[in-house]
């Protein structure tokens, strides 16, 4: 048997998972302020954003994977179309929304640092996933490289390597929280089911099943039964339920999934979170309406500039 998501599948997934990012970050503002005792608040501020962002990461490798098989790209195309397709954008939505900051928050725009902000720190904290998504991306050259090398083995491992690599440098040099890298395996696991998915499905479950287990039992020994473990299995148990029930029950027939529904999903994530640290200075309350509201006004705006600046 064997796993194939296709294009228009994954596109309705991703904008999926970017909704949830958006309503697990207002979520999160709700249950800090006590402002409802909603269990579906409570739901997401706990768990949504870690399960959206595990599947993030498993698309992510999975469909680098699959368009590696179908056309090599030298080092320099993969990286530039990398950088167009991620940095840019995250680069541009911060060259805009520095000024609407300072505005908003009353601060001075030139301040120490300014350059770093526009350039990497972003000054939005969600962004933190565009960083180590970068970071995976070397990580995935580097192992097409050792793969058109070395034998199937010896990339497998250096893959796993350079997987352990990538939260090692989230942590250390990008300063990553460990909860927002304990999905970077997923990753791997998006490239291991493109690998293998060909009838060899089962050796995707057998990697999933390790990274899951180690990573488990490293989060014992650090910090016991933690949250941090349980946001843990329930993204690995969920990316292993969503395998299996693929391979078992695959989707025969394309979906009918218009392409902007895909390709706006990024533009939510870098969005939303603007939008609602913006409304908190503007509001005492931020209601849901109010957010959905400028979040989608501003998804669309920076879409069509992102659009017309072919990026």
């Not at 060909?198 to 990697?207: D, I, L, P, R």
């Not at 309350?285 to 006004?297: E, H, Q, T, W």
């Amino acid at each position: 048997m064997e796993l194939r998501i296709d294009k228009q599948l994954s596109s309705l997934v991703k904008f999926a998972a970017a909704l949830t990012v958006a309503l697990h970050h207002y979520s999160q503002y709700v249950c800090a302020n006590d402002l409802s005792e909603c269990i579906i608040y409570k739901l997401f501020s706990t768990q949504g954003g870690y399960l959206a962002v595990g599947v993030f990461f498993f698309l992510s490798g999975y469909g680098l994977m699959e368009s590696e098989k179908k056309k090599h790209l030298p080092t320099s195309a993969f990286l530039k179309k990398r950088l167009l397709r991620v940095y840019l954008p995250a680069l541009l939505v911060t060259l805009l929304w520095l000024p609407i900051r300072s505005y908003v928050q009353g601060e001075q725009l030139l301040t120490g640092g300014v350059i770093y902000k526009l350039l990497w720190g972003f000054e939005d904290g969600v962004l933190w996933f565009v960083k180590v998504l970068l970071v995976l991306y070397l990580c995935f050259d580097v192992f097409v490289w050792i793969r058109a090398r070395y034998s199937h083995t010896v990339s497998i491992i250096c893959l796993n390597l350079l997987t352990a690599g990538a939260i090692a440098v989230a942590l250390l040099l990008l300063q990553m929280r460990d909860y927002n890298t304990i999905s970077i395996p997923l990753f791997t696991i998006g490239v291991i089911g493109s690998l293998y998915n060909n009838g060899e499905t089962q050796k995707t479950f057998a990697y999933l099943g390790a990274w899951c287990a180690g990573i488990i039992c490293l989060l014992i020994l650090l910090s016991g039964v933690s949250t941090l473990l349980i946001h843990a299995l329930i993204n690995y148990v969920t990316i292993f339920v969503a395998i299996f029930l693929l391979v078992k029950f695959p989707i025969k027939k394309n979906l009918v999934v218009p392409f902007v529904v895909g390709d706006i999903s990024f533009d939510i994530y870098l969005v939303h979170n603007k939008a609602l640290m913006t409304l908190k200075v503007l509001l005492p309350v931020v209601p849901l309406y109010y957010f959905v509201g400028l979040s989608a006004v501003a998804t669309v705006l920076f879409y069509l500039i992102r659009k017309k600046l072919s990026l």
